[in-house]
C-alpha cells in the first residue's frame, strides 16, 4: 500500500468538507421545517384562544348574554350602553377574522384551518345576529388593511373594490 500525496488528502478532505456541508444545509432545511410546523400551530392556537376567550365573556358576564338576547329578539331594544358593548364584542370578532387572515396570507395558518376560520366567519358576519351591514363595514375599513377588506366585501357583500377606491 502506498502512502497518499498531499493532494490526494486534500481531494479527499475536499470531499468529506463538501459532505458535511450538504448534511448540515439538510439539518437546517428539516429545523426549518420543524420551525414552520410549530410556527402554524401555534398561530392556529392563538386564533382559537382569542376566539375561546371572547365567547367565554358570554358565560361569565351574564349582561353580555342578555345583549345577546335582545339581539335575537329585536336589535332596537339594545340602549346606547349596550350597543357600544355590541359593537365592541363583532369588532373583536372581526380582529380575529383579520388576525386569521393575515396568518394565512403569510402562509403561517394551516390551509384547512383557514378555511375553516373563514367559513365561519363569513357565516356569521353574512346572517343571524353578528350580521353586519355594508355600512358599518364601511365605516369600520380604516381600521384593516385594503387586502382583508376587499377579502370581507367579496365574502359577504360579493363587490370586490379597492379601499383606496370609492
Known amino acids: 500500500m502506498r502512502k497518499l500525496s498531499l493532494t490526494e488528502w486534500a481531494q479527499i478532505g475536499e470531499v468529506v468538507g463538501m459532505v458535511a456541508v450538504v448534511f448540515s444545509l439538510l439539518m437546517v432545511v428539516y429545523s426549518i421545517n420543524q420551525n414552520t410546523i410549530a410556527l402554524r400551530g401555534s398561530n392556529a392556537n392563538l386564533i382559537f384562544e382569542r376566539h375561546a376567550e371572547l365567547q367565554a365573556l358570554f358565560i361569565a358576564d351574564e349582561s353580555l348574554s ?5 339581539k335575537r329578539n329585536s336589535a332596537d331594544e ?37 378555511t375553516a376560520w373563514n367559513t365561519y366567519f ?25 387586502s382583508f377588506w376587499n ?13 383606496s377606491g370609492e
Open 66 to 70: 342578555a345583549i345577546v338576547v335582545k
Open 78 to 114: 339594545l340602549t346606547a350602553t349596550e350597543v357600544i358593548r355590541w359593537e365592541k364584542y363583532t369588532l373583536n370578532l372581526l380582529d380575529i377574522w383579520a388576525m386569521a387572515y393575515e396568518r394565512n396570507f403569510e402562509d403561517l395558518l394551516p390551509a384547512h384551518e383557514w
Open 122 to 146: 363569513v357565516s356569521t358576519f353574512r346572517a343571524g345576529d353578528e350580521k353586519i351591514s355594508e355600512s358599518r363595514w364601511d365605516d369600520n375599513k380604516d381600521g384593516y388593511g385594503e
Open 151 to 163: 377579502h370581507v366585501n367579496d365574502a359577504l357583500f360579493q363587490r370586490l373594490r379597492h379601499a
